[in-house]
């Protein structure tokens, strides 16, 4: 046996010490992904809104978009029909408040504000919570479920021109009734 630097076996000491050290650096590097899922394997909504599927439409990214409590609300969202035949969507609010989409198959249906009318007449939520909403399927077959949507108003750039305002109710002017003195 050959002595290194004057002290029998440091090398095998130097080279077992570089394999532990090794295996301790491996075992901290991936000690975390062994009891912690991927986040990268997760199924989660990524933008603004809520996700669900149900039956055969795909729910995506849904939200609305409003000024406040008991005021009108614009439904936003990506709908995918995975069957063959055309489906609606009934989406009902706060106060009976209501709205329909037809989702035609393979073909997703976007609600933008740009070309589409998904609007609740009144919701109960002010911006910032969380609407519940009732959807009922319709078409190949019938389904129900509710759906928390969040709450979003104007103040972000993109959502501005998509706030709905109320419609305005006709007034009736006042006739008089009285004969004029001359």
Avoid: H, W
């Avoid at 039956?55 to 995506?60: A, I, N, T, W, Y």
């Avoid at 750039?157 to 003195?181: D, G, I, M, N």
């Amino acid at each position: 046996m050959r002595n290194v630097a004057g002290i029998p076996g440091a090398k095998r000491v130097q080279r077992l010490s570089l394999i532990a050290a090794i295996g301790i650096g491996a075992l901290a590097f991936t000690g975390c992904s062994a009891i912690n899922p991927q986040s990268t394997t997760m199924n989660y909504a990524a933008s603004d809104g809520v996700k669900l599927d149900m039956g055969s439409l795909e729910l995506r990214n849904v939200l609305i978009i409003s000024s406040g409590v008991d005021a009108p609300g614009r439904v936003l969202g990506t709908f995918y029909n995975t069957s063959t035949s055309d489906l609606t969507l009934t989406i009902s609010g706060a106060q009976g408040s209501q709205t329909e989409v037809s989702v035609k198959p393979g073909v997703p249906l976007v609600l933008n504000g740009k070309s589409d009318k998904a609007i609740l007449s009144t919701i109960s939520s002010a911006p910032g919570a969380m609407e519940t909403i009732n959807l009922r399927l319709s078409g190949s077959g019938s389904e129900t479920g509710t759906l928390n949507v969040p709450v979003l108003e104007g103040t972000l750039t993109e959502y501005k021109t998509l706030v709905p305002t109320a419609t305005p109710t006709p007034t009736a002017v006042p006739t008089s009734t009285a004969t004029p003195t001359p």
